[in-house]
């Protein structure tokens, strides 16, 4: 069974950084694309960032492209997700999840994702 347990969220003021932290138990690390989304309060899920199996291979929504960085600890089965210049807009709850047996390369549909973590809350003040 995966389980994925996110960590590192909190409250930051504008301009200011966080690492969110997913460990990642099951198969190994590399054996899924693990992706990070976000979800503010009255919004949809948003795609945030991948990185997928095996070559590790990275991709970036518009909206983080520049800001956030996603990275891979194989040993640790972590992914993480360093976010830098954060705006009160980036205020949500941020997910990692990993990809599932129909994973069909569509990385920024959630749909895609069968498993998720519990989220953890990140939030930037003015």
């Known amino acids: 069974q995966v389980q994925l347990v996110e960590s590192g969220g909190g409250l930051v003021q504008a301009g200011g950084s966080l690492r969110l932290s997913c460990t990642v138990s099951?198969?190994?690390?590399?054996?899924?694309?693990l992706g990070w989304f976000r979800q503010a309060p009255g919004y949809e899920r948003e795609f945030l960032a991948v990185?997928?199996?095996?070559?590790?291979?990275?991709y970036y929504a518009d909206s983080v492209k520049g800001r956030f960085t996603i990275s891979r600890d194989n040993a640790r089965a972590t992914v993480y997700l360093q976010m830098n210049d954060l705006k009160p807009e980036d205020t949500a709850v941020y997910y990692c999840?990993?990809?599932?047996?129909?994973?069909?390369?569509?990385?920024?549909?959630?749909?895609?994702?069968?498993?998720w973590g519990q989220g953890t809350r990140v939030t930037v003040s003015s």
């Open positions: 990185i997928t199996r095996t070559t590790g291979n990275t």
């Open positions: 099951g198969r190994t690390i590399r054996s899924y694309t």
């Open positions: 999840a990993a990809d599932g047996e129909n994973y069909s390369g569509s990385y920024w549909n959630g749909n895609e994702y069968d498993y």
